[in-house]
């Protein structure tokens, strides 16, 4: 089956550092999603991308459709304590398996 | 109303015990799922409903019985559960079924089987 391989595994960094983390797919997605979770919560929604080579921005965060579609970054400027949690990737690929498939997620801790 | 909502948010039950959860959403979409998490692992999916059809079940033991009443409620009734089946079980909804806009999620359900 799809899988998708995130990494780092996890990340600690200090407040106001860059982060960077990608995910990698052996199949094409037409939809590349980034979600961030909160322990005990579900996963919210950060930032969607449709289409090969996008380059979307929600605040400090700004993530990359890959243009090979099988590949897409998420990057976090100046980082602050409640950036903690879980990144999860996730890919759709259209159609009737049009099933929302994870990564195996990045954790990240932020020191004040 | 932006979303989905999962009741109850904590639940303790018997190996010999019937209990359901609940989910509902309130935004016109077409598709509810539920999935099922582990701790530090991603969500894994189990079911999909499409227009109130279930369309994929992902082999999951029958001891898990989705229902969907209408085109805003999705039920997950629990019979005989085994303490691996403790997890997050989480409900999320989507416009439309074959449309890739993303999926939003409730808050999940803390299950503990003991």
């Known amino acids: 089956g799809q899988q998708l391989n995130q990494s780092p595994q996890s990340m600690f960094i200090q407040e106001g550092e860059d982060v960077s983390m990608n995910c990698t797919s052996s199949?094409?997605?037409?939809?590349w999603l980034w979600y961030k979770q909160d322990p005990g919560e579900g996963p919210v929604l950060l930032i969607a991308?449709?289409?090969?080579?996008e380059l979307t921005s929600n605040g400090r965060l700004t993530a990359q459709f890959g243009i090979t579609r099988k590949d897409s970054f998420l990057n976090i400027s100046a980082s602050i304590p409640s950036d903690v949690g879980i990144y999860f990737c996730?890919?759709?690929?259209?159609?009737?398996?049009?099933?929302?498939?994870f990564g195996t997620g990045t954790l990240l801790a932020v020191q004040p | 109303d932006t979303e989905v909502t999962q009741t109850p948010k904590h639940l303790v039950m018997g190996m010999t015990n019937k209990k359901s959860l609940k989910c509902e959403q309130h935004?016109?979409?077409?598709?509810m799922y539920w999935y099922k998490q582990k701790a530090k692992k991603p969500p894994e999916l189990m079911f999909v409903?499409?227009?109130?059809?279930?369309?994929i079940n992902e082999s999951v033991p029958s001891r898990f019985s989705p229902e969907c009443p209408n085109s805003s409620l999705l039920n997950l009734h629990l019979h005989a559960l085994q303490p691996e089946d403790s997890a997050l079980y989480l409900c999320?909804?989507?416009?439309?079924?074959?449309?890739?806009?993303?999926?939003?999620f409730g808050s999940g359900t803390r299950l503990t089987v003991v």
């Open positions: 999320a909804s989507s416009q439309e079924p074959d449309r890739s806009y993303g999926y939003t």
């Open positions: 991308l449709y289409k090969a080579g």
């Open positions: 996730a890919g759709q690929s259209g159609g009737a398996t049009n099933k929302l498939i």
């Open positions: 199949s094409i997605f037409n939809t």
């Open positions: 409903y499409s227009y109130e059809k279930l369309s």
């Open positions: 935004m016109g979409h077409r598709a």
